[in-house]
């Protein structure tokens, strides 16, 4: 990762450790009805699910506001970033706001290939987790529209890790 991304620092990581759990916080102000339909999401429903992106920034930015009120710090920057940028795609399709390339933020990026890797690997109401090897290829093959090219170098850079994870902690 270092080489691929050589402006990595030691605490950029630390945040994106800290704070990658937190990419999906915004659901919490989605309805219950379609957060655990299980089923397709209509269009309709979509759309209303696609808002816990703004809704989770807006709470990371408020709570970051509060804590530099009383303090003098700011240092939600990354989870802001991760919430914010987590649904957007390389060649500018995704959301909220379309942003493509390196105008999404590296943080964004990074949790946006991982985000994609545990739902394919997992079970959900409405499908069969993928395999492993499966997984990696759809990865590779959304290289350059969905992910960052780099990102996708650096996580199959990666693969005999993330493999030792994965036959660790799979359900």
């Given at each position: 990762?270092?080489?691929?991304?050589?402006?990595?620092?030691?605490?950029?990581?630390?945040?994106?450790?800290?704070?990658?759990?937190?990419?999906?916080?915004?659901?919490?102000?989605?309805?219950?009805?379609?957060?655990?339909?299980?089923?397709?999401?209509?269009?309709?429903?979509?759309?209303?699910?696609?808002?816990?992106?703004?809704?989770?920034?807006?709470?990371?930015?408020?709570?970051?506001?509060?804590?530099?009120?009383?303090?003098?710090?700011?240092?939600?920057?990354?989870?802001?970033?991760?919430?914010?940028?987590?649904?957007?795609k390389w060649d500018g399709s995704g959301y909220p706001r379309k942003l493509s390339g390196h105008d999404i933020p590296l943080a964004g990026r990074i949790v946006a290939l991982a985000d994609v890797f545990d739902a394919l690997t997992?079970?959900?109401?409405?499908?069969?987790?993928?395999?492993?090897?499966?997984?990696?290829?759809?990865?590779?093959?959304?290289?350059?529209?969905?992910?960052?090219?780099?990102?996708?170098?650096?996580?199959?850079?990666?693969?005999?890790?993330?493999?030792?994870?994965?036959?660790?902690?799979?359900?």
């Amino acid at each position: 990762m270092y080489k691929i991304f050589p402006t990595i620092t030691p605490k950029f990581r630390r945040e994106i450790l800290w704070f990658a759990s937190l990419h999906d916080i915004g659901k919490i102000g989605i309805p219950d009805n379609i957060l655990l339909k299980p089923g397709k999401l209509t269009p309709e429903e979509f759309d209303i699910m696609k808002q816990h992106v703004l809704f989770g920034e807006n709470i990371l930015k408020d709570m970051d506001g509060k804590i530099q009120n009383m303090t003098g710090f700011s240092f939600m920057k990354t989870a802001i970033d991760i919430a914010g940028g987590h649904h957007e795609k390389w060649d500018g399709s995704g959301y909220p706001r379309k942003l493509s390339g390196h105008d999404i933020p590296l943080a964004g990026r990074i949790v946006a290939l991982a985000d994609v890797f545990d739902a394919l690997t997992s079970a959900r109401p409405y499908k069969k987790a993928f395999d492993f090897d499966l997984s990696v290829r759809m990865i590779i093959e959304q290289s350059g529209s969905h992910f960052d090219p780099d990102v996708v170098h650096a996580f199959t850079t990666g693969l005999d890790s993330i493999r030792r994870i994965y036959d660790r902690y799979r359900e």
